[in-house]
């Protein structure tokens, strides 16, 4: 790459809260519904980015296609096409999914339960997607 190759700035949003989030529990590729909280969460979002989606009428959104991404991007698209890409999936926990966070780490043993540290609970999920390395299916643009 040279100095003088540029990127498009990319903005990256996380879903709205959903009800096994309130419940504590690790969704993977299961999904649950976006709580009044977490549709609140995805308008504010919106607000936040209006002024880009106007100065940029034609910008690409692109979305999970599980539900609780999808409700979020498409609330704060407000009318613009949303395109479902499966490399934004969740990553997959195997047979940890559903389940409660908090019972997974006492059976493990060690970790915690807060959601910042679920990253690397996910990634350690028996029969799930594990550390792979993930390689979009397509060049990027």
Do not use: C
Request: charged residues 20%; hydrophobic residues 45%; aromatic residues 8%.
């Amino acid at each position: 790459m040279t100095h003088s190759e540029t990127y498009p700035t990319l903005y990256l949003l996380r879903h709205g809260q959903t009800e096994w989030n309130v419940e504590g529990r690790l969704q993977g590729r299961l999904d649950s519904a976006l709580t009044e909280t977490g549709v609140a969460q995805a308008h504010a979002q919106r607000a936040i980015l209006a002024p880009i989606l106007a100065a940029y009428p034609g910008i690409a959104i692109h979305a999970s296609p599980l539900g609780r991404a999808w409700r979020t991007a498409s609330v704060v698209a407000e009318g613009r096409t949303v395109q479902a890409v499966d490399g934004l999936k969740e990553v997959f926990a195997g047979t940890w999914e559903g389940r409660l966070r908090a019972e997974v780490v006492a059976e493990r043993g060690f970790g915690s339960a807060e959601e910042k540290d679920m990253f690397s609970l996910f990634l350690s999920a028996p029969n799930g997607e594990g550390a792979r390395l993930w390689r979009p299916a397509v060049a990027p643009i």
